[in-house]
């Protein structure tokens, strides 16, 4: 059973309906017992980075993600999801994210031929091998964002062309970010979760 975290600022359902089609038994929860028991969480988002990270520290979610983390228990952060997994933001104003992956989020140049917010379909490049990139080198998935992840390249396992390269997947250890929407994204959005899947079955192993 893995929790995708309700805290009123993400795309649960369709990530639910998602989880449900590759067979991974999934609930949606703001419930710190139910998520500290999961195998592994989901953090979705969409809005703006200060209100979010607000609505995690309002609900002690914050804590309860950290403490899945020193658990070591997988986590994806999906879209605004993946760039609270950072350690800022400096959307609006200077925000704290999580800190569980080194780097911060900034906002994409706005240029002629770039539009903000990016939206659409971008090429994935592989750029290093985890469960969850296996099969995306090559693959386009649906973006939706105005900021992107700065973050180390050691840290970056897949990106995609735009005003910047855009690190389109990150990772450290047993937590995973996709700056694009893995549920929106068909068949390749489908392979990822089952990827995860993956990881998680892994995971809870190693603990056991």
């Not at 028991?37 to 989901?42: E, T």
């Not at 658990?71 to 800190?99: A, D, W, Y």
């Not at 990139?133 to 970056?156: F, L, M, Q, R, W």
């Not at 690190?167 to 937590?175: D, K, S, T, V, W």
Request: aromatic share 8%.
């Amino acid at each position: 059973m893995i929790v995708i975290i309700d805290y009123d600022t993400g795309n649960t359902k369709s990530i639910s309906k998602a989880l449900d089609f590759i067979g991974l038994q999934n609930k949606i929860s703001s419930n710190k017992t139910e998520i500290l028991q999961a195998d592994g969480v989901i953090l979705p988002g969409v809005g703006a980075y200060p209100e979010a990270m607000q609505e995690l520290i309002r609900r002690g979610l914050d804590v309860t993600l950290k403490e899945i983390a020193v658990l070591r228990k997988p986590i994806l952060g999906v879209c605004l999801g993946m760039q609270l997994l950072l350690e800022s933001s400096n959307e609006h104003v200077f925000t704290k994210g999580l800190g569980l992956i080194p780097g911060y989020a900034e906002k994409l140049p706005d240029e002629p031929k770039f539009v903000v917010p990016h939206m659409g379909w971008n090429q994935l490049e592989n750029k290093r091998i985890t469960p969850l990139t296996k099969k995306v080198d090559g693959e386009y998935v649906y973006y939706v964002h105005s900021y992107y992840a700065n973050c180390p390249p050691e840290y970056i396992i897949a990106t995609s062309g735009y005003s910047v390269e855009i690190p389109g997947m990150i990772n450290n250890g047993h937590i995973y970010g996709a700056q694009f929407h893995p549920e929106k994204s068909g068949q390749i959005g489908l392979e990822i979760l089952k990827g995860f899947k993956e990881v998680i079955r892994s995971c809870k192993s190693s603990l056991q």
